[in-house]
């Protein structure tokens, strides 16, 4: 299985990205996807999950609002949008899969994971 995450970068505070994964190499839509984000020195902290059909979606409560997960099953795609962006969201973000939509904030029960993409938030 791979995973690439694209679309970090700089950013203003109060500005907008977009981050996509592409995944391939086994059946997308027998995974649950999540997005996770590490910042220097601190654990890879959830951010959001969605399922396998989308039709469920949950994310962290210091981001809800501000952040929106989807996916697109026909081009094995999932999106992260990141709206009103702050200085504390600076870290490197990592798409992961995980076969069962449990425990989906719990980065150990993602089976693959991609190489992360950096976004940072300037002042």
């Known amino acids: 299985v791979h995973l690439a995450e694209s679309g970090g970068g700089l950013v203003q505070a109060g500005g907008s990205l977009r981050l996509s994964c592409a995944f391939s190499g086994l059946t997308f839509w027998n995974y649950a996807m999540g997005w996770f984000r590490q910042a220097p020195g601190q654990e890879r902290e959830f951010v959001a999950a969605?399922?396998?059909?989308?039709?469920?979606?949950y994310g962290a409560d210091s981001m809800k609002g501000r952040f929106t997960i989807s996916r697109d099953n026909t081009k094995n795609m999932v999106y992260l949008q990141m709206n009103s962006l702050k200085r504390e969201d600076t870290a490197v973000y990592y798409c992961?899969?995980?076969?069962?939509?449990?425990?989906?904030?719990?980065?150990?029960?993602?089976?693959?994971w991609g190489q992360g993409t950096q976004v940072t938030v300037s002042s």
């Open positions: 969605i399922s396998w059909a989308g039709s469920t979606t």
């Open positions: 992961g899969a995980n076969p069962k939509y449990a425990s989906i904030a719990t980065a150990a029960n993602y089976d693959y």
